[in-house]
Each structure stands twice: as C-alpha cells, then as structure tokens.
C-alpha cells in the first residue's frame, strides 16, 4: 500500500510543488491523448490525492471510505461502492463531484466546504472517462518517495537544541539537535561523543533507566518516525525504532525500561517492548500532534499532550484511554509527572501551567485538577521536575524561563532574559544546577539556588593541531578542546619542550594558539601537554615529536608528490572510500620501510597499506603488524620504477577522528631480537632483526638478578614500534645449533633448562622481492579479519649474512598432528634430552607472549623420530555437534544423545579433548564444559579449536598405553605428546604439556610452527622444567555493603600452577559484631571458584574504623603430599545498609526436618542431606519489604553434581502475591560424600541472599533384613 502522511488539523498543506507539477503534466496529456486511450489511474489518483484525502485517509475516513488507494476505493464505504465500472453516471462518487447528491434539502458536493477549492471541469472529465473506460487499476505500482529538495544553505545553518536528557550515574547530558544527538559531560561541559545519523530533527531524547542506552526520536515531517537506540558503552547504534506516519515529537521510557512510548505528528502514540523491538499497541484519540509524553513513577499510567488542547491519561497494559483533561484552552506542548506520580502538570499555548491530581485508577472523574496558574506572557514550551520533586522548571517563547515552588507552584525566580527560545530544560548535578538550551544552539547552565549563569567548568583539551611536530624547530599550533577562554598558561610536563601562548591569536571557546620549540637532541617519543586556568587545569594531551619533516595533507582522496625521503605525513581521512595516494621514486637495491601509526596515537582508522609499482601492479599490502591494527611495510626494489603508496581505510569509516601518520625512509627500523633470553651474570651478544641494519647489528647485555631487562636498544640510531625486553634466566640458556632438522642433527639441552630457536632456514634464500607480514604475525589472522595481502612473509632485508636485500620465505605446508616426518619445506627444530622412567617435565615455549609471529607446536618423539604415545582414548558413545558450530573459545555447545552422557566425562571432537561441566538446563540451553581464564580447556595437552555443526565426536575413557582393548565397534584414538596452544589457556598461541617418561632413556622435542610458516623473526624459548604444583587464591567482591537482615555473596577464585587439581579450603574469620559468613568454603577438585554470603544480623551496628576491614582469609590444600597454606586478600571494608526491599529465606522442607521459625539471624545453619542418585526437598522463602513483583532465584556454590532440578522454562521463582515455594535439590550418582555451604539470592531487589545452609551428600544406609520379615 502506498504510505501517505494525513493532514492533521489543517496545520500541513499536503500538496507538494512536484505533486502538482504531475498534475499538470496530466492534464496537459489528457487533452490530447483522451480520445486515443483511456487514461491511467495515476492521473486519477493524482487529483484524489490533492483533494480528497484530508478526509478519506486511513485515518477516520469520513463514511468509512478510504481513497489511498485503487484497491481501498473500489472497495467503497458504509454507502457501498462509489465506483460503478463502466458507468460514470450512476457511479456515487461522480454524483457527488458534481453536487447530484441532495441529503435533507441540502445539496451535498465533493470536496465539501464554500471554502474548499471544488474540481475544475477538466478533472471532472478525466475521473468520468477512467470510470467509463472500466475503472482499471494503475498499469504499474509505484511506491511513493518523500523527495525534499536539496538546497545549500548560504551561512552556516543553526544547529538548535530541540530537547535534554540527563543521566545521573554518568553525569551526562543529551543534547538533541537536528540530525545529530551531544553528548556532554554535565561536569566538565566537554563534548564526549556525538551520535549522528539521525532523519531530520531530533525533537526528543531520553535515557533508559539503568543508564545503558539513550533513545532519541525525531524522523521526516511528513513520511516517517524514528527512535534511534543507542548503546552509551560504546556509542554504537544498538536498534532502530520505526512505525509512526510521521515525525516524533515526543518520547518516553517506563520506569522499569522495558516500555517505550512515542508521539507523533501523525497523532498517534505507539508502545514498543524494549527488549525485543516489537510495536506492542497504538493507542489512537488524539486529533493533534502528541507533542509530550510522561510515564507515572509506577510505569502503569501514561499522560500525553497534544496540540488537540487536551491531555490524556492511559492505562500502559491495555491500551485503554482512562481519562481525558479537557481544560486546556489551547494546544498543550509539555507534560510532566511529579517524582512521586501523585500530580500531573501540562503547559502550552495558553500560557498555563495546570496542575492535576492523579488517583490510583487514573480513571475519569477521580482527578480533580488543582491550579491553573497563568506562568508566562508567551506559549509554554517545556516544563521539568528536580528529581527530588521540590522545583519545576518552565520555559516560554517570551524567552523566559522559570523555577517554582512543585508544592504550591509559586514562582521562586526567573533567569535571565534569553537570547532565543529555550525549548530544552534539565535539572542536572543533584539537582543544583539547571540546563538551559535554545533554538541558536547555545546550550547554558544555570545555579538553582540564585539562577545565576554558573561559569564554565575548567578546561578541556582534546587535540593539537597538528598532532606532530619535527625537533629542533619553533612552532605554531592549535589546541581543541573545550572551555578555553581564560587560558593563563599551557603546560608542558617535560622541561625540554617549551610552550606559550601566541598572543596574536584570539582565545575561542573551542580553541587556542600556542608556539612550541623543542631541542634538536629531543628524543622521538609523545610529550603532554594542559591548559590552565583560573578555573583548573585540563586534562593532558599528547603532541608527538619526530625528527623527521613533518608533512600535514589536506584534502582526501587525493595524489600527493613526495619531493624527498625520508619524511613523516600526517592524513585524515574524513569521507568514506577515501584513499590518500603518495608517488615516489624508488632506487634499484633499496629497502624503503613504510610505517603507520594510527591507533597508537588514539586515532580511529584500521588504515591498510598497498603498495604498487609504475604500472600499477600491486607489490606488497598490510593492514596490521605484530598484533596491532597499524600496518608495516619493508620492501627492496629490484629496479629503479617511480612508485606509489596508498593509505585507506579497511571498513571505509571516516571522520576527524581517522587520522594517521605515515613514516616512509630507509631508516634502521628493529623489529625483534634473538636469543629472546640470556643467562644471569654473564655478558651476553644478542642479534637485532630487522631492516636496513648495519653489519654489526648486535647489542652487550649483562643482567643481574633480575627475571627481565630492557633491551639496551640506542633509540636515535634504530626506530621500533616498541620497547624490547630480554628474559634472564638462572639456568643454562642455550642456543641451538643449525641444522637440527633431523634426529641425528638434534641439539642436546640440559634439563632443567631452556633454549633458544627460531623457525627458519637460514641457508635457503627468499624469493624476491618480499612483503612485510600480515597483521597479528605471519600468517596470523584476528577473528573475522579479512586479509589483503595474498601472502603472509617475514622480513623484506634480512640482517643476517645472508644475499643482501633477500627475504625468508614463508611455508604453508600443512601441519600433520603426529608423526615422525616434518612438515615440507618448513624448518624443524630438534632437541636430545634425557629422562628416567616415571618423571615427568613440563615443556612449554615463550614465544607469542614476548612478541614473536611463531606460533609454536610441540612434540616429544623417541631417538628414531617416532612420536612417543601419552594414552589411548577409546569412544564408549557416540555423539555429533548439532545446531550450531562452536568455536575454539565457547564453553557450550549442542550434543546428540546427551541424556546418555553424564558430568566430569571426556569427550573427544577431532583431536581436542573437553570434559563435562553442566548438562542443558531447558530446550535451548547448551551443555558446558569446563573453562580456564574464561576460554575452553582442553585435556591432555590437547589444543582448542573450531568444529562445525554435524562433526562427529565421542565421549572416552583415557587408558594406559599398551592396555588391553575390549572392541566396542567405536574407534580408539591414540594420544600422542604434543601440544599446538595451551590447554589451560594461559599462553596464549604459545605450548606446553606434561611430560612423563615411559622409560629411562633419550627423547626428542620437535618444535614446529603450526601453519608451516617460517622467518628471521620466527624466534622462540624452549624450556624444559619439573613441575611446580601450587595455586594461588583470590576473594572477589571486597568491600560489600550488606543490607540489614540480608546478605551478599563474594566468591573466591583459585589460579592452579603446574597441574595442581586438589581441593581448596578457604576459611573466614574475624568479621564484625553482628555479621557472619560462610565458612570454611570448598574451591573443589579441578574447578576454580566457590561462592559464599556474607550476613548481617536484623539488628547489628554499624562496623566501626577498628573492624570493618579486621577480615582474615586464609586457604589451605595439599600440594605433592605437605600442606600449603596463603594468606587471601581479605573482604576490605564491610559497610551496613537499609533493610532490602525483600529478606530470603532457605531452609528444609517441613516433611525432612521438623518446622522451625526462619530468620535471619546468625547460628548454626540449618541443615539439608540428599543421597547420590536421589532429591531432597527445600524450601525458598520471601518476606516483602516493598517489593511485590516476583522473583526469581538461584541457589548457589551447591557440590558439583547437585542440582536444582525443578526450576521450569523461567527459573526458579515465587510468584507476584505469593511468599514461598518448595524446591528439588537431586545429586547425580557419582556425587562423592561431601559437606558444604550454599545459599540461595534473588535476582530483583540487589542480589539479597539467604543464610547459608549446610548440604550434606550422605549415601543412603543399607536395608536391614530380619528372618521372617
């Protein structure tokens, strides 16, 4: 259906100048062509369109004829049909155009009216000859476009501020202008962020309740509405609102932030569901635009405003208009609910301020209004309640603006004159202060107390322009920023840097001119810069000095002649697509390097780099470098060829904000070091990798006492992205010695030990010419990164002796998972250790962790090659991935046959091995599996990674090597030593596994780089050591404040060191009067964290200096057969609250253990036992302190294996009205004999918990049998 904006109230001509351009031209055609053909009904619907539909629109069509459309018209009205095909005579629609139609004495005629203009008589005859011509429907369908003309603006257009929002826990200020929404800081003024986009006008903002998103609606006069949610974390645009006929002009958000209401030029109100984005009602009775809209504090009764002179009041959940106030005399711009939802106050062009009082019901007849105080000698435009309910604010086109007594709306003072209208009002900073923002766009911020003009905050700096400057030179530049005037000084923090400020240039609020000179021996590096004022000092910003020229380009998309190298460039780019180009001349044997900083400098831009040849050809590309978004490129050119450079964007954003610099030269540039680490009191040579490095590229460094050091690097001789630094060990540090590809070339270590390598054939030349490598490292991929180099490389010159200007090639042969042959074309590196029968070593790589691109793979192999056996793992089930693929970081996914599985059991999906943590808890819940450092764990030394849906898998039984196999027609895997990433998912890319040997003798280590790939900077440290079991243990969740009567949970969490898996125990003591807590709790074998609840008595006291942080946390476990005892951080300061909205109670079920009375108070815990493979029942129970929803649950820190078995699609929950339930705690039938604390916490008033209660799993006494019996 074609979608048309009705005329509300006569206030819009629907009648466009393009609309009646097409009429014309129709009439024009129908004179000539009438005769030859019938005409089209567009010509038809052209006229009805300028006619008709003020009053046959969808909206209230008179007589229920709608005439949108030919469909909708032939369908006629509560008369029946108008059009008679064929018969333009005795067709009801032409016996009205042409006034045959007479109704008591009257004669009626279409259009109605003496005032509205009648059909000219060549309209007449074209509608008569569409309807004798058959009445047919329109050749083609057309959909109708809003076409507004596009007309530049000679000055520079007002940016008005239409509305404000406040949100207090941010302390931040929406400002809603046209196309765009501000946001500020209500402290310091600055502008934060600014969210763009928007159609049209943004007339009205608002933020949700919990302070997460901000809606601001507005949309295109005429067409169509728009809410644009945004999310205030990182100020992206989460969702998208859109059904209105017509701009927005009003907004509001439920209490509870789950309702949205809208109100619309179109004069309708629309109710949408927050959380899903699903129109839930329109609520239709006004005949006027809705120009404001209020929720009552208890979110049940929605009022709006409306240019119909009345007020509405509307029940939330049904849609129904509950009353109407009537006593307006004119169009009402503003309503407003008192804080306590008790009186509703409107205003609008009457000049009135009303004051209603609103019932319970809302219902008609039961609100009495209460004041109606002329307020000012203009239209009111808005009017604003202080939080605490005491002021309201109003402002009026007389340019007034207004604070009054709430109570007894009595005026208590008036600003100042404003300079325009002020059509946006907030109270802000706990009410102290009021904000003020007008139609010119000037925004002010006024003092409650007194009204007067508050002065600015102290002042912001953001920028410097430009960014960058060259040493050893005298400067002008631009500081941006905020609050500017007043500036006294600009401060340098390094006393080498001088700066003042340029007395010819005038201080803007927005900007400043400063002279900056630097000395020529100022090391390369950013320096901080702040304005001063008497106000304050801004915040520093950091201007960036290089010893390279520095060249600012202006413009986009642009080709710039780079005159002389080396040299910086600084670019921008501000449009979408845009691409900065630099054309150079390259000489034959040079290697020019290409550096990018952007997002280390604070900008936007993911700048890629493409380098191309004098004929276009592309050379060499990158978009990132050694994990960072900046790209780096080294080439060496064969021949002399004037080259070229381009710089874009590889999302194709744009603002100020994508900003770059761009270093090109034939500067030593570093980029890595080998040995990455070097033995304790000992000088040692290490190599420096990278480009255009002299011949005697090595450094001395001597550590002692120390576990790293700085790479002594001489940063005016050599540039790099960043600081280096060498490990120093206290062992034997060795090099290995090529070749050691083969186990006869195998380098011998001394365990314990370590070693360093690297993955590259340094006898076998690269091809040439070399590109740098990718982003993240060779090869190297970000999730979802899309690659624009075809090949990942190492280095473009390498520094080692090697032919001169030649890189390493990088191989991607595929990496086997086991086996004795290496991967082709890719080095290995081979090590001999010995070992004896039963010990075992833990072999681990430090290699992505200090910045290396290797991504190393271990294997442990026997004297001959053979890889050395670790287990077998035979499938006792089958089972295969559904629904969904999984990652190689999910904890979850989608099994068959999961009823068949059961908790702690080891699946196997294609070489990695996870193991059971939680079965599905509902239809659309996955399984999950145990998790280390929020990430999979993998078992055995396995290694995570991806699998796609419909993979197979097994659940398996690991078995000794060399056991004796009963076949189950299901396969057996053998289990190999050897490890790509860590299974415990603490290094990272980088390996490790256990190693124990099967006998006394030689073994191998081959390290390997997964992908195949291979370079100079391919460097790694192999270490082989004993294990070291330990753990340490952390509290989260210090410094609670515990409400009266209830509690708070905290957990601690346990870091396990070298395979340490056995219980924890975590002991709490020495807590303040009147509290108690959970305790001792159990961080059990193999998991990582236990929960517990801190307490506070119905009557305790407020913990005083000399106890409130007196807490002892102590753990204690057996590691390696002794106890090991650490002390924990303990609960910090412990604070007491009001008493909860809601207490929590959780106790046995009456029919298990004798009734008593439940409270709160601190003793001995009441008890629960359940048997393996059996329920007990409990009970939850609420006492309402002025919550009367419902409320849901969880228990909590319940033994592994016990689970709340009953909790239904919606959880665990007591009903709104009721106050207990009971509950089914089973354990599965492993479940080992055990006793621990748990509790139960409510998810609706702050997380109140219960007391704890203490779960025993006890297994059920045998049956006893008497003879006889």
Not at 217 to 242: C, H, I, K, P, T
Request: net charge negative.
């Amino acid at each position: 259906m074609i979608r048309r904006a009705k005329t509300p109230g006569g206030a819009r001509t629907h009648c466009s100048t393009r609309v009646a351009f097409a009429i014309a031209i129709v009439l024009l055609s129908a004179v000539t062509a009438r005769s030859a053909e019938p005409p089209d009904y567009s010509a038809i619907d052209a006229i009805f369109t300028e006619y008709c539909l003020d009053c046959h629109g969808s909206t209230e069509p008179e007589g229920k004829l709608i005439m949108e459309s030919h469909e909708l018209l032939m369908k006629g009205g509560e008369s029946g049909a108008v059009i008679v095909p064929g018969k333009s005579d005795e067709s009801l629609l032409m016996k009205l155009v042409e006034g045959r139609v007479e109704k008591d004495g009257k004669k009626l005629i279409m259009p109605p009216g003496k005032k509205r203009e009648k059909l000219k008589p060549e309209q007449i005859a074209l509608i008569k000859a569409w309807i004798d011509a058959g009445a047919k429907p329109p050749a083609e369908v057309k959909i109708r476009e809003l076409v507004t003309p596009k007309i530049e603006p000679r000055i520079p257009p007002r940016k008005a501020v239409n509305a404000i929002a406040y949100q207090p826990a941010r302390k931040l200020i929406a400002l809603a202008r046209y196309g765009e929404v501000e946001l500020r800081s209500a402290e310091t003024r600055a502008v934060v962020h600014t969210l763009k986009d928007h159609r049209g006008n943004v007339n009205a903002v608002a933020f949700s309740p919990d302070g997460k998103f901000l809606y601001a609606a507005g949309g295109e006069a005429g067409w169509v509405g728009e809410v644009r949610q945004w999310d205030l974390n990182d100020s992206n645009l989460f969702y998208v609102f859109e059904g209105h006929k017509d701009a927005i002009y009003s907004l509001a958000v439920s209490p509870d932030g789950k309702t949205l209401a809208t109100g619309s030029y179109d004069q309708k109100i629309k109710l949408w569901n927050v959380e899903t984005g699903e129109e839930l009602k329109t609520l239709s009775g006004h005949n006027g635009a809705v120009f404001g809209l209020a929720f009552r504090s208890d979110g049940r009764i929605l009022a709006s405003a409306s240019a119909d002179r009345t007020v509405k009041l509307w029940d939330v959940a049904t849609g129904e208009r509950r009353d109407t106030l009537a006593q307006p005399l004119k169009e009402q711009y503003a309503v407003a609910f008192s804080p306590d939802g008790k009186r509703l106050v409107a205003g609008g062009v009457d000049n009135r301020i009303r004051v209603w009082q609103i019932s319970e019901t809302a219902a008609e007849t039961t609100n009495p209004i209460l004041e109606a105080r002329f307020a000012h000698e203009g239209a009111i435009l808005n009017l604003a309640f202080a939080s605490d309910g005491t002021t309201l604010a109003s402002s009026a086109d007389d340019r007034t603006v207004k604070l009054w007594d709430a109570a007894e709306l009595k005026e208590k003072l008036s600003l100042e004159k404003q300079p325009d209208w002020s059509p946006a009002l907030a109270f802000v900073l706990d009410n102290k202060t009021i904000v003020v923002g007008r139609l010119d766009g000037t925004v002010e911020f006024f003092d409650v107390q007194n009204g007067k003009l508050q002065t600015p905050a102290k002042p912001e700096l953001s920028r410097a322009e430009p960014r960058g400057i060259q040493r050893g030179k005298e400067f002008r530049l631009k500081l941006l920023g905020a609050n500017l005037v007043g500036i006294t000084e600009v401060k340098s923090h390094d006393t080498r840097v001088k700066v003042e400020l340029a007395k010819d240039v005038e201080a803007r609020p927005s900007e400043i001119g400063v002279i900056v000179t630097t000395p020529n021996d100022l090391p390369r590096g950013a320096y901080e810069l702040s304005a001063v004022s008497p106000i304050g000092e801004s915040a520093r910003i950091k201007l960036h000095v290089d010893d390279l020229p520095q060249i600012y380009l202006s413009g986009t998309n642009e080709i710039h002649a780079v005159e002389a190298l080396p040299a910086a460039f600084w670019g921008v780019h501000e449009k979408s697509g845009a691409v900065d180009q630099f054309d150079f001349d390259a000489k034959a044997g040079q290697t020019l390097v290409f550096d990018v900083a952007a997002r280390t400098l604070g900008s936007k831009a993911d700048a890629v780099l493409t380098l191309l040849d004098g004929r276009g050809r592309v050379l060499a590309s990158n978009n990132g470098f050694d994990g960072s978004a900046d790209p780096l490129l080294a080439y060496t050119f064969a021949t002399e060829d004037r080259c070229s450079l381009r710089v874009s964007e590889m999302l194709l954003a744009a603002s100020t904000d994508h900003f770059y610099r761009l270093s090109i030269g034939a500067f030593p540039y570093v980029t890595g070091f080998f040995p990455l680490s070097v033995p304790s009191s000992r000088e040692s040579d290490v190599e420096l990798i990278g480009y255009n490095l002299p011949p005697d590229h090595t450094v001395k460094v001597k550590a002692e006492g120390v576990d790293e050091m700085e790479l002594p690097l001489d940063s005016e001789r050599f540039r790099s992205r960043r600081v280096f630094k060498v490990m120093v060990g206290n062992w034997p540090e060795l090099v290995e010695s090529e070749p050691n590809d083969t186990p006869e070339q195998a380098t011998r270590v001394v365990a314990p030990g370590s070693v360093a390598g690297r993955i590259w054939h340094f006898h076998e030349p690269a091809p040439h010419p070399v590109p740098l490598p990718l982003r993240g490292g060779e090869g190297a991929r970000r999730a979802g990164e899309r690659s624009v180099a075809s090949q990942p490389n190492d280095t473009a010159s390498s520094s080692r002796p090697s032919p001169p200007a030649s890189g390493d090639r990088v191989n991607h042969s595929p990496a086997p998972d086991a086996g004795p042959s290496s991967r082709s074309g890719s080095d290995a590196d081979l090590f001999r250790f010995e070992a004896r029968a039963g010990q075992t070593w833990i072999i681990e790589t430090q290699a992505a962790q200090r910045g290396s691109p290797v991504d190393t793979r271990i294997e442990v192999l026997h004297p001959d090659g053979k890889p050395v056996e670790r287990l077998l793992l035979q499938a006792v089930r089958n089972t295969a991935i559904n629904f969904r693929s999984i990652d190689s970081n999910g904890n979850g996914a989608r099994l068959d046959n999961y009823e068949e599985m059961e908790l702690n059991e080891y699946i196997y999906f294609n070489g990695e091995v996870v193991k059971l943590f939680r079965m599905p808890q509902g239809p659309d819940s996955d399984m999950l599996f145990y998790t280390s450092n929020g990430k999979r764990r993998a078992y055995f030394d396995t290694s995570a990674m991806a699998h796609a849906l419909d993979e197979p898998a097994y659940v398996i039984e690991p078995l000794p090597t060399g056991a004796k196999l009963v076949s189950n027609g299901l396969p057996v895997f053998p289990l190999y030593y050897a490890n790509d990433d860590d299974g415990e998912r603490k290094l990272g890319s980088d390996s490790k596994l256990f190693f124990t040997a099967p006998a006394d003798g030689t073994y191998l280590i081959r390290v390997t780089d997964a992908r195949g790939y291979s370079g100079e900077r391919f460097v790694y440290r192999l270490i082989v050591r004993e294990p070291k079991p330990d753990f340490k243990v952390t509290l989260n969740g210090a410094n609670p404040t515990i409400n009266a009567g209830s509690g708070r949970e905290f957990s601690v969490s346990a870091e396990r060191l070298d395979g340490f898996d056995g219980d924890i125990k975590v002991e709490v003591s020495d807590l303040p009067p009147g509290f108690s807590v959970s305790t001792p709790l159990v961080i059990q074998a193999g998991h990582t964290e236990a929960k517990g609840t801190i307490n506070a008595a119905l009557d305790a006291a407020q913990p005083d200096e000399s106890n409130a942080a007196a807490s002892k946390v102590i753990a204690t476990a057996m590691v390696a057969g002794h106890v090991a005892t650490k002390e924990v951080n303990n609960l910090g300061k412990i604070s007491l609250g009001d008493k909860p909205k809601l207490f929590v109670y959780f106790a046995p079920a009456p029919q298990t253990q004798p009734a008593a009375a439940v409270s709160n108070q601190a003793g001995q815990p009441l008890e629960i036992t359940v048997a393996p493979g059996q329920t007990a029942p409990a009970m939850l129970k609420i006492q309402r302190n002025g919550h009367d929803d419902l409320v849901t649950f969880t228990v909590e820190n319940l033994p592994h294996g016990v689970i709340v078995d009953n909790i239904g699609l919606n959880g665990v929950l007591i009903p709104k009205g009721e106050n207990e339930r009971q509950i089914s705690l089973t354990a599965a039938k492993w479940v080992p004999e055990t006793d621990q604390l748990c509790y139960a916490v409510e998810n609706q008033t702050g997380r109140q918990t219960s007391l704890p209660v203490l779960l025993h799993v006890r297994k059920a006494p045998g049956k006893m049998t008497v003879a006889g019996e």
